[in-house]
């Protein structure tokens, strides 16, 4: 059974850095594509990162780059995100997903059951 | 403000069919057959209902189909039922920097 468990999250201040981790289980970590998709209280979700199988290939939302670091450490089965210059917008469920690709398009097959980050004062 | 447009909320009757729309441009739905469909429950994290315009994973009920004409995705649920009533998102690849985008997000009402 495929299994995403995030982690990490909390409360920080303005300006303040965190660091999330996603536990994946139950298929070949290695051989998938993994991504962060946030969802603001109340709001619709927005991918953020995307991160190739070997990590040689990361990709950001705008609103995010130069702050936001995805990683993965395929030895551990583990997905990170690095969030450094935290804002209050950056306040959100974070979830970890499996992209999986078609021969036609990629797409979330599977998700976590995320993690709250909340940026206040 | 979401790249992809969908009506904020949409109601049925049990029994009844609703489609769901997903406008874009042809720099994303209209330009690629990327597109993909998430139920997502208060509380729970969304799953994924549709994927390449038109295909269902293994386990999503034949009531829920996607197609696409131009720059329009659609979702449609047939024979309503009261556990179908949750949030539908649809997602698709874009040229732009941004890579991949969501729709807004559409809340499905089953009266």
């Known amino acids: 059974e495929v299994q995403l468990v995030e982690s990490g999250g909390g409360l920080v201040q303005p300006g303040g850095s965190l660091r999330l981790s996603c536990a994946a289980s139950g298929f070949t970590f290695s051989s998938y594509w993994m991504s962060w998709v946030r969802q603001a209280p109340g709001k619709g979700l927005e991918w953020v990162a995307n991160i190739k199988q070997d990590g040689s290939e990361k990709y950001y939302v705008d609103s995010v780059k130069g702050r936001f670091t995805i990683s993965r450490d395929n030895a551990k089965n583990s997905l990170y995100l690095q969030m450094n210059s935290l804002r209050a917008e950056d306040t959100a469920v974070y979830y970890c997903a499996r992209r999986r690709c078609s021969s036609t398009s990629c797409f979330y097959d599977y998700w976590g059951q995320g993690t709250l980050v909340t940026v206040s004062s | 403000q979401s790249a992809l447009t969908q009506p904020a909320s949409v109601s049925g009757s049990p029994g009844q069919s609703i489609t769901i729309s997903c406008t874009g441009t042809?720099?994303?739905?209209?330009?690629?057959?990327?597109v993909s469909w998430y139920q997502q429950h208060p509380g729970k994290a969304p799953k994924l209902m549709i994927y390449?315009?038109?295909n269902r994973p293994s386990g999503v009920s034949n009531r829920f189909s996607g197609s696409k004409s131009g720059n329009t995705a659609s979702l449609t649920i047939s024979g309503l039922q009261a556990e179908d009533e949750a949030d539908y998102y649809c997602?698709?690849?874009?040229?732009?920097?941004?890579?991949?985008?969501f729709g807004g997000g559409t809340k499905l009402t089953v009266l």
């Open positions: 042809s720099s994303d739905v209209g330009g690629y057959n990327y």
């Open positions: 997602s698709s690849y874009t040229s732009s920097s941004t890579f991949e985008v």
């Open positions: 390449d315009v038109s």
